[in-house]
């Protein structure tokens, strides 16, 4: 049987792009349907009736188009049951929500998810101004031009939603950054393994970032040169916060209060470790020492590498102390060898 990937995210999260680059970095048989583009084409298709364009699709009466949602589904299905012992990886690509003249309504039915049994689940997230860009560069993005915090909500509902349907399901659901890479996908299939990588951003300089940059590279090495693929390892880094001066204070405020939101209650909730790194001369980060509390308080195997030679006793509310990269690196390949083992879904 093949291995069954449902990857969500609204429209300019990336979804797309993650899928395609999916497909391009294995050797296995990969099957893919992107459910709104069928629907799409479906659309289009009537013989005795003008096509719909994307523009126009989600006007129309909802049962017509849970009609030409159903059908969408239908046909995905139906090829995925049909060649099923030839493939090694199918991968869904579809909404969990449509939001509309200022309407979100459900664009799943949750027969069809039974019928596809998925064994992961994958949400994709995107800074919002990105988002905005992405959809402007579309008629029906135009016609809705979607505010900033309108877009954070919309993907806040997009998780919660794919997330009841992974709890219902009894499967795995993760949140991702839309930059990815997508080759995280075969080790969250076979392994609850996963790395939330914390270091100090906000007043990082780029002296300091570059030094994050080399033990991250360092860190994705070590799972490379145990199983093949790099160590699954979500940055945070990879969204990067909204500034300028045309967002305006309550965006802002959303901005905020959903970025603490993220790294909290997706990231850090989804990940069985934490590594923390603070590059020699850098002081302790608020935002890196709550992630740590927190991590460390809901189960997670925290480390912190910190070379400063006095330390706060709360520091010690992680796993393990480092006082240099040299440590962490000779103790980490062993540890994770049997992490990975601990944590094998087989």
């Known amino acids: 049987m093949s291995k069954r990937i449902i ?7 990336g979804t797309s792009d993650f899928s395609y680059k999916y497909l391009g970095i294995t050797d296995f048989n990969i099957d893919s349907f992107n459910i709104a583009e069928i629907l799409l084409k479906l659309a289009q298709e009537s013989p005795k009736k003008p096509p719909i364009f994307a523009e126009n699709l989600l006007n129309m009466h909802p049962e017509l188009l849970d009609s030409l949602r159903d059908r969408a589904f239908d046909m995905a299905i139906s090829e995925i049951e049909k060649y099923q012992e030839d493939k090694d990886r199918v991968l869904i690509d579809m909404h969990a929500q449509f939001f509309w003249n200022d309407v979100l309504t459900n664009a799943y039915d949750w027969r069809y998810l039974s019928q596809i049994d998925p064994d992961l689940f994958i949400t994709l997230i995107e800074k919002p101004s990105t988002i905005r860009d992405r959809q402007l560069q579309t008629e029906q993005g135009r016609l809705q031009n979607h505010g900033l915090r309108d877009l954070l909500l919309w993907q806040n509902m997009e998780v919660n939603v794919t997330s009841g349907w992974a709890s ?26 996963l790395v939330y990588f914390q270091m100090p951003m906000t007043d990082a300089s780029s002296e300091a970032d570059n030094m994050i940059t080399e033990f991250k590279n360092r860190l994705l090495t070590i799972g490379r040169d145990l199983t093949g693929l790099s160590t699954p390892l979500i940055d945070p880094r990879t969204i990067d916060i909204e500034t300028g001066g045309d967002v305006s204070k309550r965006e802002e405020t959303a901005i905020r209060t959903q970025t603490v939101h993220r790294d909290m209650n997706w990231y850090i909730a989804q990940a069985s470790d934490q590594v923390a790194y603070y590059p020699p001369g850098t002081t302790l980060s608020k935002g890196v020492s709550d992630e740590t509390t927190r991590g460390f308080e809901t189960g997670k195997n925290t480390f912190v590498i910190y070379s400063n030679a006095h330390t706060s006793p709360f520091m010690d509310m992680c796993t393990k102390v480092f ?7 000779n103790f980490y390949p062993e540890y994770m060898q049997q992490r990975l083992e601990r944590l094998s879904r087989h």
């Open 7 to 13: 990857v969500t995210g609204i429209p300019g999260s």
């Open 168 to 193: 219902n399901l009894g499967k795995p659901h993760y949140v991702l950054p839309g930059q990815q890479d997508p080759e995280i996908i075969e080790s969250l299939l076979h392994n609850a393994f």
């Open 323 to 329: 006082t240099s990269e040299e440590e962490f690196f």
